[in-house]
C-alpha cells in the first residue's frame, strides 16, 4: 500500500485555469506538508497542516489555498494558474509536531505544467 | 533564518567506489536534526540518513554514512561501494527542534555512478 499517494500525477493545463491536487497518507501521521520543487530541483516549504490546523504558510500567493478536511489529507486548490506555477509539487507527512525532527514521508510528486 | 549549502552541483564516481557529497548548513540553533534525502530519476523523495545534532555519533544506514561536524556545521554523505542504483539527486535537510518542523533544503548535488 502506498503510504503518501498524490493525484494526479502529472497535470497540464492552460494559464488562467484553476485546477487542485490531492493527497493521502495512510500512516495514521498528524502532519502533513505541501513542498514545491522549481525547474532547478531547488525544494521550498510551501504549507504544513498539523491535526487539520494550518502552521506554516510561507509567503506563498494567495492564489495557493491548502484544505484539510480530515488528518489523512491535504490537498491544494490553485487558481489562476500562471506560467511560473510550472513545478513539482510534493506532499509529505510525519508523525507530529514536537517530538524531534521525526522523517517526512513524500509522495511521488504531482508535475504541474502550465501552457 | 537556517541555509543550507551543498557546494558540489554534480559529481560522477565509477561503481564500487566510495563518493562523499558535501553538505553545510549555518544556523543559531543548538538542537535540530539533519538528513539525506534522495531523489531518483524516478522523481520519488527518498530518506537516506538521519542525524540528531545532540548526537556527536556518526549515523549509518548500511553503505551510507555521514560525517558531522557540529562545530564546524558541516554534515557530508559518504557512500561506500556504489551501485547503479544509487545514481540520484542527493538533497541535505536541516530541521530545528521544536516548532514546525519545516524541512530547509540545499540545492542538491546530483551523482552519477558509472560502471
Known amino acids: 500500500d502506498t503510504a503518501v499517494s498524490q493525484t494526479p500525477k502529472y497535470l497540464v493545463t492552460q494559464m488562467g485555469n484553476d485546477k487542485s491536487i490531492k493527497c493521502e497518507q495512510n500512516l495514521g501521521h498528524d502532519t502533513m506538508y505541501w513542498y514545491k520543487q522549481d525547474s532547478k530541483k531547488f525544494l521550498k516549504i510551501m504549507f504544513s497542516y498539523n491535526n487539520k490546523e494550518l502552521i506554516i504558510n510561507e509567503t506563498v500567493p494567495n492564489r495557493f489555498s491548502p484544505k484539510s478536511p480530515d488528518k489523512a489529507h491535504l490537498n491544494l486548490h490553485i487558481n489562476s494558474l500562471e506560467l511560473g506555477d510550472s513545478a513539482v509539487y510534493f506532499c509529505?507527512?510525519?508523525?507530529?509536531?514536537?517530538?524531534?525532527?521525526?522523517?517526512?514521508?513524500f509522495g511521488d510528486g504531482t508535475r504541474l505544467s502550465i501552457l | 533564518a537556517q541555509t543550507v549549502t551543498q557546494s558540489q552541483p554534480e559529481m560522477s564516481v565509477q561503481e564500487a567506489e566510495t563518493v562523499t557529497l558535501s553538505c553545510t548548513y549555518d544556523t543559531s540553533e543548538s538542537n535540530y536534526y539533519l538528513f539525506w534525502y534522495k531523489q531518483p530519476p524516478s522523481r520519488q523523495m527518498i530518506l537516506v540518513i538521519r542525524q540528531e545534532a545532540y548526537k556527536q555519533q556518526n549515523a549509518t544506514e548500511n553503505r551510507f554514512s555521514v560525517n558531522f561536524q557540529k562545530a564546524a556545521k558541516s554534515f557530508s554523505l559518504k557512500i561506500s561501494d556504489s551501485q547503479l542504483g544509487d545514481t540520484a539527486m542527493y538533497f541535505c535537510?536541516?530541521?530545528?527542534?521544536?516548532?514546525?518542523?519545516?524541512?530547509?533544503f540545499g540545492k542538491g548535488t546530483k551523482l552519477t555512478v558509472n560502471p
Open positions: 535537510a536541516f530541521v530545528r527542534q521544536g516548532g514546525s518542523e519545516k524541512l530547509v
Open positions: 509529505a507527512s510525519s508523525r507530529t509536531l514536537g517530538q524531534g525532527g521525526q522523517p517526512q514521508h
